[in-house]
Nanobody, 131 residues
Framework: LRCSAGVWGGLVQPGGSLRLSCAAS????????IGWFRQAPGKEREWLSC????????YYLESIKGRFTISRDTFRNTVHLQMDSMKREDTAVYYC????????????????????????WGKGTEVTVSS
């Protein structure tokens, strides 16, 4: 998984927006659920959001509901995390991860919220929210 924070890198002001993107190479994300995680300095890595295989269902950590949006683009084999109304508490290293490949019988409406269930990880993107 190759990830990018866009033209401004991972620096954003409080109240601003940033979009993280990760593209898969060598495998098709259609067979995977996707999760976003982050790890703040001195803290444990925490789950933020996940999206089901088809994109029909999304789930969010309570503290980011209404501010962050997870999505996936099948055509570009890419996933995104749109972050709006960012706070200083959002400063962390952000990780995209994929769970799979999943069997045909796997539910299309669920996705794992567990770090241990992820099979592929991006290297992580540093995001700093500061004025």
């Amino acid at each position: 998984l190759r990830c990018s924070a866009g033209v401004w890198g991972g620096l954003v002001q409080p109240g601003g927006s940033l979009r993280l993107s990760c593209a898969a190479s060598g495998f098709t994300l259609d067979y995977y659920t996707i999760g976003w995680f982050r790890q703040a300095p001195g803290k444990e890595r925490e789950w933020l959001s996940c999206i089901s295989r088809s994109g029909s269902n999304t789930y969010y950590l309570e503290s980011i509901k209404g501010r962050f949006t997870i999505s996936r683009d099948t055509f570009r084999n890419t996933v995104h995390l749109q972050m709006d109304s960012m706070k200083r508490e959002d400063t962390a290293v952000y990780y995209c991860a994929a769970e799979g490949p999943l069997p045909i019988t796997y539910s299309d409406s669920v996705c794992s919220q567990s770090l241990d269930d992820m099979n592929y990880w991006g290297k992580g993107t540093e995001v700093t929210v500061s004025s």
